[in-house]
């Protein structure tokens, strides 16, 4: 009896000390080509460092935590009762083990922290850029401004409801290969170029993270914060928000597409004309429609066919694909009182937002589109107002 | 001899004059009485907390929304945080320090009896507080449990009474923690020196500091939420000239020396299991109490490695990395020390035991992910994903939990009088460590491919890891099962334990007092050498 625990005792203790160093190789070696276990292949020279950083200090820890638990699992087997062992109970004080085991620690981490420091002090310094964006987290995506170029957009997330689902029946279309990570206008950035960025947010705190480009920023509400990178090669870069910022925290994808500097100019010429910023007049974000779908005059069908897309890609995760929402964080358009009532009140708040609540400001949306979408909210969902809001309703209500 | 006198004492308390049945623990200012419903409260926390987990794991065994609805999933992953955190692991300590302090020092009792009761009775208010934030308008906080204002801001009235919930549970630990000074400082036995007190004591007192000097740092932070939600004031909103980000600062001035106050009781625990099962004293008593103070002292001034992504200039954020990465030699010096107790020892693995060992791994595998993340440009990539929840899990799980289940099966054949069954608590142990490391290791991974913490849903190629974590999950669940099924049996029908249980525990609980303990001990201080 006594043997045959000893025995299972032996196994178990083994086993322990077999996986922990197999895991610990598994974070250094890609053994298995679908499962990442590392960071994602750094995309500039900051990126390059971090790796290089953690690869060292991993292999510092992985050395360190054999040597110390193999002092300890020695022990187990050597010193126990069942073989005998008698404790050597005056063994329990000294001076110079104890001073040995403080200094050495202190040295190993010295010698950790030099070249941390070196990669901190390059990280900080986003003096000279070649270029700089202004990134501006919401609830829920991002908006870039190339102030310099007068042009700026918004960046949300494509991926169709239908392939994330519905808690209850999950989802109904088979996901992408890119899922959550799409977006629908990407940050697009010249090769080999020093680009600043500067982070700040409309609203709640937001975190601009893209692993392989070595960034990870807070965009604060009221505050600039200021990070540069340098794209090594050209290519496609995802990340996602990274601090909690509400129900769709998860949904706000961040894709940067850095292209050559002759892509990258053929690419300015285009967006200086799509998105421009110079006539915009309001305080309000740009609108990105010319002047003649403002006066343009809906058909009861056109706006509802329209809206009806635009509540899919907008509205939908808050206010449900049936309009009954989730009371009370996020109220019925079905039977809403704003919603049958007059519409200037509902065209307030979807250009202006409703402080204190999750309903933000979708004063980014077009004349056309915001009018689309009251359209339809207000002809759905068992509501039947009858009246079509035209784009110049929503242009008037602008000023 | 002294055991046979304590037990002719327990007879003769005609005096008391104590209600029975439920009266008994409300009134009771008994500090055994209060240790075990603190110990009840924080197991029944424990299980609640533990389905939280395992609700967010369901959601997370595959991409795309399955169960839960985005806003609560976020109240999930915020409320499993507290819970864990102020109802499970806070008072289970608590709860320990009652039973064993006044018992190791020679103590009739706490110093503060009557408080001693409060403390334990306004918990029960917080938590139903806590509870009840499900069923109001607008639904539990979702902003996860660092309560980060605006997004905190935006939430509905759970909000404000998961901070009054929070005021309780703060003052709670204030007045356990005056109470524990009071008693450690003013009520020890003559001959129990300072130098003499167990280290679990030594650990509890360091604590207890910690907790009166933070407590109140939280209280005012959330006080200054709460003013910006209903009474006009800016603390943090830009617009009004406030600052968000000196939220965080504030926060994270306790919540730093929170994670101590977390583990430093179980570091307690464990300096006493190792040397009772390894037969042969603490190795360096004395330079673990200084350890354990260095800890303490560092905690307070490491604060800002939590917030390495908010744009703090490059000289604060060098600061806050060497002040975060020399903690590594106090904690060092204590692993190698607990190492150097079992080194020509004369061991035996019990569950106790296995539960230290374990510990001693898996809670130096988290501090060293720790460290990996205090090396700033790391934590830049690391910041806010899987990583950081695979690291606080390894330091919190197998450092502050299986201290205390370690502590639990010591301590049952003293608490109770019954020994449990050693082969279910040997199925406990193993299934947990396996199962822990099953459900957290693959983390790290997802954390370094870039996954983000507090989503519900995710790209593909995190698919694989999360699924395997999610059945980690559900086996550590199932083995916390086997604990409470072993402790409720050793409760109703345990073998009779031996009054000195383990041949080398040698604190005055085993020593100087039979199993079960009586239910008034040392009302004459014991005769120390």
């Given amino acids: 009896m006594q043997k045959k625990n000893d025995f299972f005792r032996r196994l178990a203790a083994g086993a322990v000390n077999l996986v922990s160093v197999a895991c610990l190789s598994m974070i250094s070696f890609r053994v298995l080509a679908s499962y990442d276990v590392n960071i994602p292949q750094p995309a500039s020279p900051i990126a390059e460092q971090i790796y290089g950083l953690h690869m060292y200090i991993l292999w510092v820890c992985a050395t360190i935590f054999v040597v110390v638990f193999g002092f300890m699992f020695y022990s187990i087997f050597k010193f126990r009762k069942s073989n005998g062992a008698k404790p050597d109970v005056n063994f329990h004080e000294s001076t110079l083990i104890e001073i040995i085991w403080t200094i050495i620690p202190f040295v190993i ?14 990280m900080k310094d986003t003096s000279s850029p070649d270029m700089t964006v202004k990134v501006t987290g919401f609830q829920w995506g991002w908006r870039y401004d190339y102030s310099a170029e007068d042009f700026g957009f918004y960046s949300n997330l494509t991926t169709p409801w239908s392939q994330i689902g519905q808690p209850g029946t999950g989802p109904l279309e088979k996901q992408g290969d890119d899922y959550l990570l799409e977006v629908d206008h990407p940050l697009v950035v010249p090769v080999s170029k020093r680009i600043r960025l500067l982070v700040t947010s409309n609203d709640v705190i937001h975190g601009w993270y893209v692993p392989q480009l070595g960034i990870n920023q807070y965009g604060i509400p009221g505050f600039i914060k200021d990070v540069w990178f340098k794209a090594d090669r050209t290519g496609t870069y995802k990340g996602q928000c990274s601090q909690i910022c509400g129900k769709l925290h998860g949904y706000m994808p961040i894709t940067v597409v850095v292209k050559s500097e002759a892509e990258y100019a053929k690419w300015l010429v285009e967006s200086k004309t799509k998105w421009s910023t110079k006539v915009s007049v309001s305080a309000a974000p740009a609108v990105s429609t010319p002047a003649e779908e403002d006066n343009k005059v809906f058909t009861m069908v056109d706006a509802r066919e329209k809206g009806e897309k635009l509540y899919a890609a907008n509205c939908v995760a808050c206010h449900q694909p049936n309009g009954k929402g989730m009371p009370p964080a996020f109220p019925s358009l079905a039977g809403s009182k704003i919603v049958l009532g007059p519409s200037d009140q509902q065209i307030n708040i979807v250009l202006n937002g409703k402080p204190g609540t999750a309903m933000q400001s979708f004063a980014r949306l077009s004349n056309s589109e915001i009018a689309a979408l009251i359209t339809f909210t207000k002809n759905s969902f068992g509501n039947s107002v009858g009246k079509v809001i035209q784009p110049a309703d929503i242009k008037a209500a602008r000023k | 001899m002294t055991i046979a006198t304590a037990h002719d004492h327990t007879h003769d308390h005609s005096h008391d004059h104590a209600p029975g049945g439920l009266m008994r623990y409300f009134t009771t200012t008994n500090h055994k009485d209060i240790g075990t419903m603190y110990l009840w409260f924080a197991f029944t926390m424990f299980f609640i907390g533990g389905a939280m987990a395992l609700a967010i794991r369901a959601e997370l065994f595959q991409p795309g929304l399955q169960y839960l609805q985005p806003e609560f999933f976020n109240s999930l992953t915020t409320v499993h945080a507290l819970v864990m955190i102020f ?33 334990f009775w306004i918990l029960i208010p917080a938590a139903i507080l806590l509870f009840a934030t499900f069923f109001v308008p607008g639904g539990a906080a979702a902003s996860g449990w660092t309560l980060y204002p605006p997004l905190v801001i935006q939430g509905g009235i759970g909000v404000d ?9 703060g003052a709670s630990s204030i007045m356990g923690s005056i109470n524990i000074i009071t008693t450690l400082l003013n009520l020890r036995a003559p001959g129990m020196t300072l130098m003499k007190m167990p280290l679990f004591c030594w650990t509890w007192l360091i604590t207890a500091y910690l907790l009166i000097a933070t407590m109140p740092v939280l209280a005012g932070a959330i006080t200054m939420l709460l003013t ?18 000196m939220f965080m600062h504030i926060f994270w001035f306790f919540g730093h020396p929170e994670v101590y106050i977390l583990i430093l009781p179980a570091f307690g625990i464990v300096s006493s299991i190792i040397p009772a099962f390894a037969r042969k004293p603490l190795f360096g008593y004395a330079s673990m109490v200084y350890a354990t103070g260095s800890i303490a002292i560092l905690s307070f001034i490491v604060w800002g490695h939590h917030m390495f992504t908010v744009g703090m200039p490059a000289a604060g954020q060098l600061f806050f990395m060497y002040a975060t990465m020399l903690i ?4 060092g010096v204590k692993i190698f020390n607990w190492i150097a107790t079992m080194w020509r020892g004369s061991l035996t693995f019990e569950t106790p035991m296995l539960f230290c060992i374990g510990f001693l791994c898996m809670f130096t595998l988290g501090g060293f992910s720790g460290l990996v993340l205090a090396i700033v440009a790391v934590d830049i990539t690391l910041h806010n994903t899987y990583y950081v929840v695979a690291h606080f899990h390894y330091v919190l799980f197998p450092g502050a939990i299986w201290g205390l289940t370690a ?11 019954k020994m449990y069954n050693e082969t279910l608590g040997k199925w406990h142990f193993w299934i947990s460590a396996i199962a822990f490391n099953v459900t957290f290791f693959p983390q790290h991974f997802l954390g370094l491919a870039g996954m983000p913490r507090r989503i519900p849903d995710y790209a593909l190629q995190y698919a694989e890891w999360n699924a395997i974590s999610t059945i980690g999950a559900f086996a550590l669940g199932f083995s916390q099962l086997i604990f409470l099924y072993n402790v409720v049996t050793t409760i109703r029908s345990g073998e009779k334990a031996k009054d000195r249980q383990w041949e080398g525990a040698d604190s005055l609980e085993w020593t100087h007092l039979p199993s079960p303990v009586p239910y008034h001990t040392f009302e004459t201080p014991p005769l120390l050498k």
């Fill in chain 2, 87 to 119: 109802g499970a692991v806070m008072p289970a300590f608590v709860g320990f320090a009652n039973w064993l302090i006044p018992m190791q020092i020679g103590a009739a009792d706490m110093a503060f009896p009557r408080m001693n009761n409060w403390s």
């Fill in chain 2, 228 to 245: 910006d939600r209903h009474f006009g004031t800016s603390f943090f909103n830009a617009a009004g000239g406030g600052d968000p980000t």
């Fill in chain 2, 407 to 417: 502590a639990v099966y010591f301590y049952l054949p003293k608490f109770t009088g």
């Fill in chain 1, 109 to 122: 981490l010295i010698a950790m922290a030099v070249p941390a420091t070196k990669t901190i002090l390059d």
């Fill in chain 2, 328 to 331: 590594a030699v106090p904690t």
């Fill in chain 2, 161 to 169: 009474m998961s901070i009054l919930a929070l005021h309780l549970m």
